[in-house]
């Protein structure tokens, strides 16, 4: 009997479908299953693939022999950049140790004030919740896990690799456009993604991967995507499933 071909994603938080009400509704469901309404079963291997993360390389490493994949799609996240918290400036100033104990404190913190947002949370402290970021924020400043470069490199360093792959078919889906809320937080963030998008796109086509611009996804209303900061609504999830199946059959 022939082997089942195998569908890798290294995905995020979100393409996980953990926050969705069903997970086959998060794209790489979607896009297996569209893969086998084309002929066959196929098998899915889904992963949460962070390339600033200590021993990325090694993990996909392990990830690809484990798996065989006939497909692979890297769903790229500028989360380490985009994302700044006051943990990560302390962190940088006072040591990993104690920006860990202060991400701690924190996360202590908004669960006991609901963090600001929940809907069983009293308006006094969602106030208290709002007012301490803010104050945090303001006095201690803020910075992202990952600078521009390190981003760049990382991601880089995981293209050319999987460039190596070659019995596996290779797709790369840029990062997302972020929710207006991020983008007032980090005002760079957009200009580093447009920038990002553009260099990968050409490393993608260098390399002969295909790859899967998500600007498409700015033809409505940004923040409808999401179901909060970061994780799409099940009608996006939808999209990305649609645009990723046209560029697996664009043998172009």
């Not at 393409?15 to 069903?22: P, V």
């Not at 490393?203 to 295909?210: A, D, K, N």
Request: charged share 25%; hydrophobic share 45%; glycine share 6%.
């Amino acid at each position: 009997m022939p082997a089942v071909p195998n569908l890798l994603v290294l995905g995020t938080s979100d393409s996980d479908g953990s926050q969705l009400a069903r997970r086959e509704l998060a794209w790489p469901w979607l896009v297996a299953q569209s893969l086998e309404t084309a002929g066959s079963a196929w098998a899915l291997t889904h992963t949460r693939y962070y390339a600033t993360a200590p021993g990325a390389l090694g993990y996909l490493e392990r990830q690809l022999g484990a798996s065989a994949p006939d497909v692979v799609i890297l769903s790229v996240t500028l989360y380490a950049y985009s994302m700044r918290t006051v943990a990560n400036r302390i962190r940088h100033v006072a040591g990993k140790r104690a920006g860990d104990w202060a991400e701690a404190r924190f996360r202590w913190f908004d669960a006991q004030t609901g963090s600001g947002q929940a809907a069983d949370a009293t308006d006094r402290a969602s106030r208290l919740n709002r007012s301490a970021h803010w104050f945090a924020r303001r006095v201690l400043g803020t910075a992202p896990e990952a600078s521009t470069r390190e981003v760049w490199d990382a991601y880089r360093a995981t293209v050319e690799r999987l460039a190596r792959e070659e019995n596996a078919r290779v797709i790369v889906i840029g990062s997302f456009p972020f929710t207006g809320a991020i983008e007032r937080e980090n005002a760079k963030a957009r200009s580093f993604q447009l920038t990002f998008n553009a260099r990968m796109r050409g490393l993608c086509r260098e390399r002969r991967i295909g790859w899967v611009d998500p600007e498409f996804m700015r033809d409505s209303d940004v923040d409808a995507l999401y179901s909060d900061a970061l994780h799409f609504t099940a009608a996006a999830h939808q999209r990305v499933a649609d645009a990723v199946h046209s560029a697996l059959e664009d043998r172009g």
